[in-house]
């Protein structure tokens, strides 16, 4: 006999208004939210690439790095669970949308982009790590699935994100999915199939939506800025509330050490002069020249302002407040440190308890949205409408621009550069990762480790550096990249044993 159960609430029985379907897209959004800070994504990937090390194997990260991961990995299991997590509970709720007489087909249609959305949004994630995956819609068998092609995965990703183009509404300040984080969906799509053309399409569509670059690049990733009504860079975050739930980004930056930035990223920036600290080689030919003027015994001075707005060098200080588990003074950035820096970006040194942190996650950006722009240009186009683009980004921050400091860039060097200001500008945010993927440079970068021996670097004197301070580098982490597998995370052992159909399909390699 088939019977609905009273006491449980699903789509088919519960959607009796747009409240009650709002609150089933709740728990989609929630998958976003990790379970613990100890994996704090995107965040977390930064340490599974040349950017940042994290010494505390109990967090999962560091076997990425290294290059040890196997099937039985934590990581790779809970990543994969939390998107199907999210993709099981967008068909559900777009199955359940379609009986719902309740509902105005406006409502319906909203509901459903938002839906299709996240359905795309977690493949993306999916495609990006573990390759070829099941395509499961809301009418699809769940036993026992086989993976599909690439083709079909990515086919029906785009036929989600146009619909969530055309019945998203259009805002800014990433509350909620919009139109924008449609475009931005796409674009980054695109960028995985090289199709510059896309890019270049989607970005004027987000620019045309009224997006542009918040002014104060410090304040665009603390609660300050986040908040701020004039902010019309945010695209997409993930929110989080003092009191409520907190993102735990200033604990993680500078009590648990838990990321701790290498010198090759500290390198990346440029000296404030526009040009680089050590000869940038270009793929086909040529290099960037080093800044002459660039003084090894102060390394750290007259460089890009986002090196100080982004990282804590040796020399540099933060605050631990009288509320926190340490007591009221001010620490160097190499305390407690093995590469001698550690993330400065979206902290706030002033926060009294560093557990209770509401700074948001941003997700999608309008700075990821020029660069990707000026990338597509240079490869469809040349370097002359990438100049620009650059220059938005240089000219925030009150740096000299890239069209006073290196005007004759050829193609090949503009890839270089643009790389590099992907590094710079995108960095702690999560994308390094996706990046030298795409690019297919992760065995030429993912080389041992190496930061300062934070044994040479001396304690301060009236607040000053020490005169007898030495920049000395060392290896702080083994590294290992396998080209033929690491491209991609392992199918998790769990999911192989549970479904014959993937029982001899894993990734090569694992």
Same mark, same amino acid.
């Given at each position: 006999m088939d019977t609905v159960p009273t006491d449980k609430a699903s789509p088919e029985t519960f959607l009796?208004?747009?409240?009650?379907?709002? !609150?089933?897209?709740?728990?989609? =959004?929630?998958?976003? =939210?990790d379970d613990s800070p100890s994996y704090i994504f995107p965040y977390t990937l930064e340490n599974m690439t040349d950017n940042s090390f994290n010494p505390n194997t109990w967090e999962f990260s560091a076997e990425f790095a290294k290059g040890t991961q196997t099937a039985a990995s934590w990581l790779a299991e809970y990543k994969w669970t939390r998107n199907w997590l999210g993709i099981s509970r967008a068909n559900s709720l777009i199955r359940g949308v379609e009986n719902a007489p309740a509902l105005?087909?406006?409502?319906?249609?909203?509901?459903?982009?938002?839906?299709? +959305?996240?359905?795309?949004?977690?493949? +993306?994630?999916?495609?990006?790590? =573990?390759g070829r995956v099941p395509v499961l819609d809301e009418h699809s068998a769940l036993e026992n699935p086989p993976r599909d092609d690439i083709d079909k995965v990515i086919a029906f990703m785009k036929d989600d994100i146009d619909v969530a183009i055309d019945h998203l509404q259009n805002s800014i300040g990433g509350e909620y999915v919009s139109k924008g984080a449609a475009f931005m969906l796409k674009l980054r799509l695109a960028q995985y199939e090289n199709d510059h053309e896309t890019v270049i399409a989607c970005a004027r569509d987000i620019k045309g939506l009224g997006f542009s670059l918040y002014g104060d690049f410090e304040k665009l990733f603390k609660e300050e800025g986040i908040d701020d009504p004039t902010n019309k860079e945010i695209i997409f975050k993930i929110n989080y509330a003092t009191d409520i739930r907190s993102s735990y980004m200033t604990m993680l930056w500078y009590h648990w050490n838990s990321f701790q930035t290498t010198l090759s990223m500290v390198e990346s920036f440029f000296t404030a002069n526009g040009?680089?600290?050590?000869?940038?080689?270009?793929?086909?030919?040529?290099?960037?020249?080093?800044?002459?003027?660039?003084?090894?015994?102060?390394?750290?001075?007259?460089?890009?302002?986002?090196?100080?707005?982004?990282?804590?060098?040796?020399? @540099?200080?933060?605050?631990l407040d009288a509320e926190s588990r340490y007591q009221e003074h001010?620490?160097?950035? @190499?305390?407690?440190?093995?590469?001698?820096?550690?993330?400065?970006?979206?902290?706030d040194e002033k926060l009294l308890n560093t557990q209770n942190d509401g700074t948001d996650k941003i997700l999608m950006r309008y700075g990821e949205v020029l660069l990707a722009w000026a990338e597509a240009e240079n490869e469809m186009n040349g370097p002359a409408d990438a100049y620009p683009l650059i220059d938005e980004l240089r000219e925030r921050i009150g740096m000299v621009t890239l069209s006073?400091?290196?005007?004759?860039?050829?193609?090949?060097?503009?890839?270089?550069?643009?790389?590099?200001?992907?590094?710079?500008?995108?960095?702690?945010?999560?994308?390094?990762?996706?990046?030298?993927r795409r690019w297919g440079i992760a065995e030429?970068?993912?080389?041992?480790?190496?930061?300062?021996?934070? !044994?040479?670097?001396? &304690?301060? @004197?009236?607040?000053?550096?020490? !005169?007898?301070?030495?920049?000395?580098?060392?290896?702080?982490?083994?590294?290992? +990249?396998?080209?033929?597998?690491?491209?991609? &995370?392992?199918?998790?052992?769990?999911?192989?044993?549970?479904?014959?159909?993937?029982?001899?399909?894993?990734?090569?390699?694992?």
């Amino acid at each position: 006999m088939d019977t609905v159960p009273t006491d449980k609430a699903s789509p088919e029985t519960f959607l009796e208004d747009i409240t009650q379907a709002r !609150s089933l897209l709740a728990g989609i =959004y929630n998958c976003l =939210y990790d379970d613990s800070p100890s994996y704090i994504f995107p965040y977390t990937l930064e340490n599974m690439t040349d950017n940042s090390f994290n010494p505390n194997t109990w967090e999962f990260s560091a076997e990425f790095a290294k290059g040890t991961q196997t099937a039985a990995s934590w990581l790779a299991e809970y990543k994969w669970t939390r998107n199907w997590l999210g993709i099981s509970r967008a068909n559900s709720l777009i199955r359940g949308v379609e009986n719902a007489p309740a509902l105005s087909l406006e409502e319906k249609n909203s509901i459903v982009a938002e839906a299709k +959305f996240f359905r795309a949004f977690y493949y +993306f994630d999916l495609l990006t790590f =573990y390759g070829r995956v099941p395509v499961l819609d809301e009418h699809s068998a769940l036993e026992n699935p086989p993976r599909d092609d690439i083709d079909k995965v990515i086919a029906f990703m785009k036929d989600d994100i146009d619909v969530a183009i055309d019945h998203l509404q259009n805002s800014i300040g990433g509350e909620y999915v919009s139109k924008g984080a449609a475009f931005m969906l796409k674009l980054r799509l695109a960028q995985y199939e090289n199709d510059h053309e896309t890019v270049i399409a989607c970005a004027r569509d987000i620019k045309g939506l009224g997006f542009s670059l918040y002014g104060d690049f410090e304040k665009l990733f603390k609660e300050e800025g986040i908040d701020d009504p004039t902010n019309k860079e945010i695209i997409f975050k993930i929110n989080y509330a003092t009191d409520i739930r907190s993102s735990y980004m200033t604990m993680l930056w500078y009590h648990w050490n838990s990321f701790q930035t290498t010198l090759s990223m500290v390198e990346s920036f440029f000296t404030a002069n526009g040009l680089p600290i050590n000869d940038l080689q270009a793929d086909g030919g040529g290099y960037i020249g080093k800044d002459p003027t660039y003084d090894p015994d102060r390394p750290f001075a007259n460089r890009d302002p986002r090196l100080h707005l982004s990282i804590l060098c040796p020399g @540099s200080e933060y605050r631990l407040d009288a509320e926190s588990r340490y007591q009221e003074h001010w620490v160097p950035a @190499s305390w407690s440190n093995i590469s001698g820096f550690r993330p400065k970006k979206g902290a706030d040194e002033k926060l009294l308890n560093t557990q209770n942190d509401g700074t948001d996650k941003i997700l999608m950006r309008y700075g990821e949205v020029l660069l990707a722009w000026a990338e597509a240009e240079n490869e469809m186009n040349g370097p002359a409408d990438a100049y620009p683009l650059i220059d938005e980004l240089r000219e925030r921050i009150g740096m000299v621009t890239l069209s006073e400091s290196l005007p004759y860039l050829t193609k090949p060097t503009m890839r270089a550069l643009i790389r590099n200001e992907r590094r710079v500008e995108l960095f702690h945010e999560g994308h390094r990762w996706f990046d030298i993927r795409r690019w297919g440079i992760a065995e030429e970068v993912m080389k041992d480790a190496v930061g300062l021996d934070v !044994s040479r670097l001396k &304690w301060y @004197s009236d607040g000053n550096v020490t !005169s007898d301070w030495q920049y000395v580098p060392m290896v702080i982490d083994r590294r290992s +990249f396998n080209k033929e597998r690491d491209y991609l &995370w392992p199918i998790p052992q769990k999911e192989i044993n549970a479904n014959p159909e993937m029982k001899n399909d894993q990734n090569y390699g694992y």
